[in-house]
């Protein structure tokens, strides 16, 4: 999964992709962006390795991009330095939150470049069809598909020159797979974050901002870094004074998994206890498939604990049978957060 950084230059975007990944940005690829991983924090997994006590705890990754920062008062070369983030699963709206208040206005002004970018790609594709649509020599089946296309591209386009998000217009399964491949922005899951400086990072968010963006969070990146790099005694005495009771940066990482629709599935042993990533709502032959390929491919069955009841039960799979909580479950079984699954499959 890769979450795309993207907001204003002098937002701290770069240093917030240094504080999510501790990758330190490479100045020559401001440009085209620069990418770099981030473990997915998770208590559960963390108590559950810590009775069975594995040879190795792995942790799920997000890919974090840093994409080039947006300018303020000249638009002309934003929707190529928003070009960067389309490969991306989801976006993190940085917001500068050290130096400017207005936390509302800079988000309502960055989605309107989202929208901007977006009528541009739509637009030449309207224009395309248009044009193709006027050679009539060729399958009618094929013009059928054309003209379906361009009907939906309007209503899109429509929707965007009205201030309306892709997002907002309810596209149906088939409609959002005929867009798929112009990956648009305003289509993108989106989390808000607000960049603080020193001060002010224990103050409530704003109203006006919190009605835009509900799920938004914030933190002081810089400052945790620095508390980063003392020493544990120095550490704490510095929280103490400046306020900080809790490092920000696994709940942010979660959030920004957790807020495109991702959730986990655990699998524990003696060598290994795992978070693998997987779309919410995904059936265990899918889940199967994110451990190896082949494990979908010769699907017989899964062994499936709850993660609750696998506390209730003291981390213990012998007590979970005895009590008849683990559970056989077929291919079509939506799994859910936190399960514990073993997957058995033909040889």
């Not at 300018?71 to 190529?80: L, P, Q, T, Y």
């Not at 604990?305 to 559970?327: P, Q, T, W």
Request: with cysteine; charged share 30%.
């Amino acid at each position: 999964m890769k979450m795309g950084l993207v907001g204003y230059a002098g937002s701290g975007k770069s240093t917030v992709f240094e504080w999510l990944t501790g990758a330190k940005p490479d100045p020559a690829k401001v440009q085209q962006g620069q990418t770099a991983t981030a473990d997915v924090p998770d208590d559960r997994l963390a108590r559950v390795a810590a009775v069975i006590k594995p040879k190795k705890t792995t942790y799920t990754k997000v890919t974090v991009l840093d994409t080039p920062g947006l300018m303020r008062d000249e638009r002309k070369d934003n929707n190529r330095r928003l070009g960067v983030i389309r490969e991306a699963n989801g976006m993190v709206v940085v917001l500068d939150g050290f130096s400017r208040t207005d936390f509302a206005a800079q988000l309502r002004h960055f989605r309107e470049e989202l929208l901007f970018a977006d009528m541009e790609i739509v637009g030449n594709r309207i224009t395309k069809l248009d044009a193709q649509l006027k050679k009539r020599a060729r399958p009618a089946k094929e013009i059928e598909a054309e003209e379906a296309e361009l009907a939906l591209m309007r209503r899109i386009n429509a929707a965007l020159e009205g201030g309306t998000p892709a997002s907002a217009l309810g596209l149906a399964a088939d409609e959002e797979k005929l867009v798929r491949s112009f990956q648009l922005l305003t289509l993108k899951p989106e989390i808000v974050f607000v960049n603080r400086g020193d001060s002010g990072f224990n103050d409530p968010l704003p109203a006006d901002l919190l009605a835009l963006a509900p799920t938004a969070v914030q933190a002081p990146a810089k400052l945790e870094m620095e508390l980063a790099g003392l020493s544990d005694d120095d550490r704490q005495a510095f929280m103490a004074d400046l306020g900080v009771t809790a490092f920000q940066r696994g709940p942010t990482i979660r959030a920004m998994f957790y807020g495109v629709g991702r959730e986990v599935f655990f699998t524990t042993g003696e060598d290994e206890c795992r978070t693998w990533s997987i779309p919410k709502g995904c059936e265990a032959v899918e889940a199967a498939g994110c451990i190896h390929q082949d494990l979908s491919d010769r699907f017989v069955r899964a062994n499936v604990i709850g993660y609750d009841d696998f506390v209730a039960c003291g981390y213990s799979e012998k007590e979970a049978k005895a009590r008849g909580l683990n559970r056989t479950e077929g291919k079509t079984y939506v799994v859910k957060d936190a399960d514990i699954m073993h997957i058995l499959a033909s040889s």
